[in-house]
Every structure is written in C-alpha cells, then in structure tokens.
C-alpha cells in the first residue's frame, strides 16, 4: 500500500514488530517498578513517622504505576493498577495493627489475599484463560503454610514463591490453549478492532476484561469495586457482545452479598460500641 505523496505505509508486520518492541519496554519498566517497589521494606511505617511514611507511600505510587505501564488494554491495566493499590497499602498499612491483635489469625488471612489478589492482577493483566484463576489457590495456601512455619521471612517470602509459581504454571496453562483465548501483548489486542457493519454491531472476541475483574475483587474481599467493575462490564458486554455476562453476575452477587455482610458487621459493632458507651 503507497500513502499519500508516494511514501509507503508500513505493512502489518512491521507495525507488529514495533508494537512489540514497545511491549517488551513497558515490561522491563513495570516489572522494574514492582520488584522495586514490592519488595524495598520501610521500617517504622506508620503515620505518626513523617520519613517513613513518605517513603513508604511512594513506594506504593511505584509500586501502583508499575501495574498501569504493562502492556494490555487500558482496563486489564487499570483493573491491575486498582488491586495492587490495595493490595499493597493493606499489607503495609491493615496487617501490622491486625498482626498485634491477633498474630495467628490476621498474618495468614491478609497474607493468603493480598498474594491471591496480586496473581489476579498478574492475571488480568497479562489475559490469561479464565483456567488459570483456580491458580489462586497457590499463593494462599503459601502464606497460610509461610505464617504457620513462623517468622517474617517464611511469611512474606512463602507466599512471594507461590505468586511467582502461579504465574508460572498460568503461562504454561495459557500455552496450551486455543490461539484464540491466549492474546497476552498489546502488539495482539491491537490486531482487533472494533467493527461496526451497517450499523450492525459485531461481536469482539474473548471474555470481557472487566467481568472477570468484578469476579476476583468480589472474591478476595473488595465487594464495594466488584460491584462497580460488574455493572461496567454488563454495559459493555450489552454493546460488545462480548463473553463474560455470567462472570458479571457472579461478581455482582458475591459483591452485594459481601456489602451486605459488611452493613451486619459494622451495625453489629456499632450495636456493641454503643452498649459500652451507655455504661
């Protein structure tokens, strides 16, 4: 094909190539961030320590930017970018008052999310088929084993394994499927458009990113932005005819029946605080 004033326009290869070249350095850049970020620790971390509590949040910025600067669409990024925020500032900032308070309960339970979410957002990322999420189990069941085996190390380093092997085993299983379900560059996703004939919507292949987000944040314990990412993704499955409709469903009810537990606890302790308080 000859552009305009006789250049020649570059063919698909050649965009492919470039498009991947661009992969590969948004890679080394956020997987820098992560490494970084993720595993720099920052003594006396609290609130009341201004030096600390600087570094420590600019750590999780880091940490934060270097899921949104992976390649993928623009909601598996976001989608990733979101879990890891929260993932990081809750091992940071709501396990170690919970540790103090109950050390054989709050380290594993926060430790087995926080690692599980952190494979999710791996996951969404990289769009890996909806098989490898049973993989989840594996840097959970780590941090439960890493806590009862004692010590810091053990309980930070144990479920750290057990991410790296679930995205591991997910690449492999991911390997093995259908060309068709298996798109993990941005130099892939730009290979499909969206298509409108004659004012006839074509359907846009694959599972739709944010059904199975909604999924996984309403699982791990985020029920309020799994309701969110579940109505998003039913208003875009409506228009892509993509697949992920029952995933949005099942993220929608895990999440409002998370929400709704949450208003129990919360006027369960209210109940009790205002019991002493009339003492």
């Known amino acids: 094909m000859t552009a305009v004033g006789g250049s020649r326009a570059p063919s698909s290869d050649t965009r492919i190539r470039s498009a991947r070249s661009e992969d590969f350095t948004r890679y080394g850049f956020g997987l820098s961030l992560l490494m ?58 709501i396990l170690p008052p919970l540790a103090r308070l109950l050390p054989s309960v709050a380290v594993p339970a926060v430790g087995a999310v926080v690692f599980a979410g952190l494979l999710a957002a791996w996951l969404i990322v990289r769009n ?64 499909v458009p969206v298509v409108n004939h004659d004012g006839v919507d074509v359907p846009l292949p694959g599972t739709n990113a944010f059904s199975i987000v909604s999924l996984v944040l309403s699982l791990v314990g985020l029920s309020a932005l799994g309701v969110v990412f579940g109505h998003i993704a039913l208003a875009q499955v409506h228009r892509t005819k993509q697949g992920g409709r029952e995933l949005a469903i099942a993220g929608l009810i895990v999440g409002y029946v998370g929400l709704l537990s949450l208003l129990i606890v919360a006027a369960w302790y209210l109940t009790i605080l205002a019991a002493f308080i009339s003492r």
């Open 36 to 93: 970084v970020c993720g595993l720099y620790k920052v003594d006396g971390w609290t609130p009341a320590s201004a030096t600390p509590m600087t570094v420590g949040v600019l750590m999780g910025l880091g940490f934060t930017l270097g899921w949104a600067v992976l390649p993928g669409s623009l909601a598996r990024r976001l989608s990733a970018a979101a879990i890891g925020f929260v993932g990081f500032f809750s091992y940071h900032w």
């Open 128 to 191: 890996r088929p909806l098989l490898c999420y049973l993989l989840l189990v594996v840097p959970a069941v780590a941090a439960v084993v890493g806590s009862s085996a004692g010590g810091e190390l053990a309980g930070f380093y144990g479920p750290l394994v057990g991410l790296f092997a679930g995205a591991w085993a997910a690449h492999f299983i991911a390997r093995s499927a259908p060309a068709s379900r298996f798109r993990p560059s941005s130099a892939q996703d730009q290979q």
